[in-house]
């Protein structure tokens, strides 16, 4: 049992830039968010799922694209990367909404803009 | 609006000694709360959660944490903490309601000392 897996563990990128991170969980957890975590600032939401077919925003979503065709995957693509967004991603998943279900998080993704 | 303070951003304990961190929170009703554990490199790990019922709540590693909702605390304590301890640790708090959003502490880091 995989659980959640995040795909690259690092990464480097220039200014300008795009790519996506991957997130894959194997428990059917209809419920999948992203965070990024920063120094001092703790884990904020960027975007979120509630199931396949549907994403809404968090705290923090400008310059952030996600989308959810299967249960199991759950991608960011940052569209044009930005020195500020230059962090430690982390994908969660749940079997219900993060209100009343614990999450399980994946391992990150250590992210670096130049 | 909801939100979960935690004063302490390091804390520093001997090892074999006890130890106390701490988080508020501020939320109308009694919202439903999380410990959340980060080792190095690693992502958040569950802990413990309070939903309802007994007001002290055991959780894995030996810790445990008390609700007191006449301070709006949720404090998490071991008492004699060992070396893998050392650690960032994050307080949560969420409506209960699946259709909100977790909210996380900027967390607190351990040091063990030998």
């Known amino acids: 049992n995989a659980g959640v897996t995040q795909t690259p563990k690092f990464q480097v990128l220039k200014t300008g830039q795009s790519m996506t991170l991957q997130c894959a969980q194997d428990?059917?957890?209809?419920?999948m968010s992203w965070y990024r975590q920063d120094p001092g600032m703790g884990l904020r939401l960027i975007h979120y799922?509630?199931?396949?077919?549907?994403?809404d925003q968090g705290e923090v979503p400008n310059g952030y694209n996600v989308s959810r065709s299967t249960t199991e995957d759950f991608p960011l693509r940052l569209l044009s990367a930005a020195p500020s967004q230059t962090s430690v991603y982390f994908c969660a998943s749940s079997y219900g909404g993060t209100g009343d279900q614990p999450q399980h998080f994946g391992d990150g993704t250590r992210l670096s803009i130049l | 609006a909801q939100s979960v303070t935690q004063p302490d951003i390091h804390i520093t304990v001997s090892e074999g000694a006890s130890l106390e961190l701490r988080c508020n929170y501020s939320?109308?009703?009694?919202?439903?709360l999380f410990w959340y554990v980060q080792s190095p490199g690693q992502g958040l790990q569950l802990l413990l959660k309070?939903?309802?019922?007994?007001?002290l709540v055991q959780g894995i590693k030996g810790f445990e944490a008390e609700f007191k909702r006449s301070q709006s605390s949720f404090n998490l304590r071991k008492p004699s903490v060992h070396w893998s301890d050392a650690a960032e640790y994050f307080c949560?708090?969420?409506?209960?309601?699946?259709?909100?959003?977790?909210?996380f502490g900027k967390g607190t880091r351990l040091h063990i000392l030998p």
């Open positions: 939320y109308g009703a009694t919202p439903y």
């Open positions: 428990m059917n957890h209809e419920y």
């Open positions: 309070y939903f309802s019922g007994d007001t």
């Open positions: 949560a708090v969420a409506p209960g309601d699946r259709d909100d959003k977790i909210i």
């Open positions: 799922s509630v199931g396949a077919g549907i994403t």
